[in-house]
């Protein structure tokens, strides 16, 4: 069984950084990470995905250029750097890993391993 564990959360001014990071327990031939968040009344989100065999990236379109996603496969580490941060990325972050390609599933919530979530709190 793949347990997947965000850290990284926290509070931030508007314009600030942050760097989550999900540390994954076993790597079970998963290919597709990805990031999802999901803000009190809201349905969850697509944030981000990455393809772990050759790094194709893809992101919402309210985090392009702001967002990066990317991997350590050595380590089952997946990271999320959050730049120009606003008060709207205020949100609880989840990270997940599914099978198959991410062109197929992201931004569908159909992914088969989901970690408890770490959450960003973003002041204007």
């Known amino acids: 069984q793949v347990q997947l564990v965000e850290s990284g959360g926290g509070s931030v001014q508007a314009g600030g950084s942050l760097r989550l990071s999900c540390a994954a327990s076993?790597?079970?031939?998963?290919?597709?990470m990805a990031w999802f968040r999901q803000a009190p009344g809201n349905e969850r989100e697509g944030v981000t995905a990455i393809y772990r065999l050759d790094g194709s990236t893809y992101y919402a379109d309210s985090v392009k250029g702001r967002f990066t996603i990317s991997q350590d496969n050595a380590n089952n580490t997946l990271y999320l750097q959050m730049n120009s941060l606003k008060a709207e990325d205020t949100a609880m972050y989840y990270c997940?890993?599914?099978?198959?390609?991410?062109?197929?599933?992201?931004?569908?919530?159909?992914?088969?391993?989901w970690g408890q979530g770490t959450q960003v709190t973003v002041s204007s």
């Open positions: 997940a890993a599914g099978f198959g390609s991410c062109s197929r599933r992201w931004p569908s919530l159909d992914f088969t391993y």
């Open positions: 076993v790597y079970s031939s998963y290919h597709c």
